[in-house]
């Protein structure tokens, strides 16, 4: 017989752990399903609890494996929670991927895909990831752009699907001595996104600014088709370290403390009990209280790899839409006394909820439709050659506001474009000249380049033009406004003498 009001605990199979747990009030009829974290330091890792990390499976389900690529200062390979659990490795700043003199990497690795059943230290939130590693941290511990950059590119030509990015550079769009922007990065996350990773990013801390908090996003959480993760506190409230940004900052998760792997050479071994003890709490200061949107990022990258397990077809945009919609919204009443209901600068959508992510995949909920031209983000080589006809493509304010389609024009030919709105948000067109590199920026630097822009006729937005001289054109659509839904366009050209 079972008393009303105690706890129930059912042990059994499960297809890659020992144990099995729910938990119940007898006396109410709803049940909580959820398997254990059952490793020895499962009580500190209060950030998978408040992640509703594995709430929604009452047992570890047999998910397709996820290459989850970790962009850093490389990782302790022996560790004893991070062996078996690395695809490969690779540095792009000489000495070896398997060392790593920093601790930033394997501090983030281990929050990804620390062993969650061998009965040693802490379990990684992405049970079916296996990392792939991109050494590009100098042994000063500092960031190399470059190494970055080809980091990038290797973990997409290696299958990564998701690649975690716990770096970043300040971006000020009022002070181009101080922004960060980098072509080549950007470039790089395109190309990423063209191969089928989502890129996850740090939004940034205002330590590392000039002024704290912050208001604009690192780069390159603020690139297209990326993924920013701004931190909350274990209460619910942002600290004022994590960078606000009303544009780029798409999802928020604990940001401490945190509590992970260090390599076993950063152990301090003055620490009573700290001999051969390779866990954050017996590292170096900066690592002993892991703080920083560096350690919210790998959550959100570990989600991302559990929905793709769940659905290996979904496009990076889609696995970003998911995890944007299905936040948790943040609030006064959750803890964020600046937050208010609905998409915000210092959370965006909300706070990762794993459970909610693959219920709403499970419930077949319908998502966005893939678009077939993206990554077209600018005009140079990122725009999408099209020709007369039409082309059926999606826009997304906060992820993807603009499409941009090259076209080449023949002296005195006459370009005719006609863009079908959806009733989501308006969209609009612009004709820009040829040579021209860039859509985004500031008015006056654009303006030279800027051909016509679109007109309102019976609802849709028509642009006509004749070109004074040969070459290709570049058109960009673009969302206007801001909207929780993505916008359907069709976009049809005819291109007469």
Excluded at 33 to 52: G, I
Excluded at 126 to 141: H, M, R, S
Aim: hydrophobic share 40%.
């Amino acid at each position: 017989m079972l008393v009303p009001g105690r706890v129930l605990l059912v042990d059994g199979a499960r297809p890659h752990a020992p144990g099995a747990a729910y938990v119940t009030d007898i006396g109410h009829s709803v049940r909580s399903l959820a398997f254990a974290n059952t490793e020895p330091d499962a009580a500190r890792q209060w950030y998978l609890t408040r992640d509703q990390a594995w709430s929604y499976w009452t047992i570890p389900p047999d998910l397709a494996t996820v290459k989850v690529a970790v962009i850093d200062s490389g990782i302790d390979a022996g560790h004893p929670d991070l062996v078996g659990r690395i695809a490969q490795g690779r540095s792009f700043v000489g000495g070896s991927w398997r060392i790593d003199t920093c601790g930033h990497g394997t501090f983030v690795a281990g929050e990804i895909a620390a062993n969650p059943y061998n009965d040693v230290g802490i379990a990684g939130l992405a049970f079916n990831a296996k990392l792939l590693i991109a050494k590009v941290v100098e042994p000063d511990c500092d960031v190399s752009t470059t190494a970055e950059i080809r980091g990038i590119v290797w973990a997409a030509n290696h299958g990564a699907r998701v690649i975690n990015l716990s770096i970043g550079g300040v971006r000020d769009p009022l002070d181009p001595d101080l922004d960060s922007y980098s072509a080549p990065e950007e470039a790089a996350v395109e190309y990423a996104y063209s191969k089928g990773a989502l890129v996850v990013a740090a939004v940034g801390n205002g330590t590392q600014a000039p002024r704290t908090p912050w208001p604009y996003a690192d780069y390159p959480a603020a690139l297209p088709h990326v993924l920013g993760v701004s931190a909350v506190k274990e209460n619910g409230s942002v600290p004022t370290y994590s960078n606000r940004d009303a544009r780029y900052v798409d999802v928020a998760a604990p940001g401490g403390p945190i509590f992970s792997t260090i390599p076993e050479n950063l152990v301090d071994a003055s620490i009573p009990d700290c001999v051969s003890v390779p866990y954050s709490d017996c590292g170096p200061s900066d690592l002993r209280n892991g703080i920083g949107t560096s350690f919210a990022a790998p959550q959100v990258s570990a989600a991302a790899a559990l929905v793709l397990g769940a659905d290996p077809q979904l496009t990076p945009g889609q696995v970003e839409w998911v995890l944007e919609r299905t936040a948790s919204d943040a609030r006064p009443s959750t803890g964020c006394s600046g937050c208010s209901a609905g998409r915000d600068s210092l959370t965006g959508w909300g706070t990762l909820d794993v459970e909610s992510a693959i219920g709403f995949l499970a419930a077949q909920k319908v998502l966005p439709q893939p678009d077939a031209d993206e990554p077209n983000d600018n005009a140079g080589s990122s725009a999408h050659p099209l020709h007369a006809g039409s082309v059926e493509a999606t826009l997304d304010y906060w992820d993807d506001p603009i499409d941009v389609y090259s076209i080449r024009l023949r002296k005195g030919e006459k370009l005719y474009a006609r863009l079908g709105r959806s009733t989501v948000a308006p969209t609009s067109l612009v004709l820009w000249r040829p040579g021209t590199v860039n859509v985004t920026g500031g008015p006056k630097a654009l303006e030279a380049n800027r051909l016509v822009d679109s007109s309102d006729v019976s609802g849709q937005q028509r642009l006509a033009y004749r070109a004074p001289a040969g070459g290709t054109y570049y058109l960009e659509a673009k969302i206007d406004h801001p909207s929780r839904a993505v916008d359907a366009y069709s976009l049809s050209i005819v291109i007469s003498p």
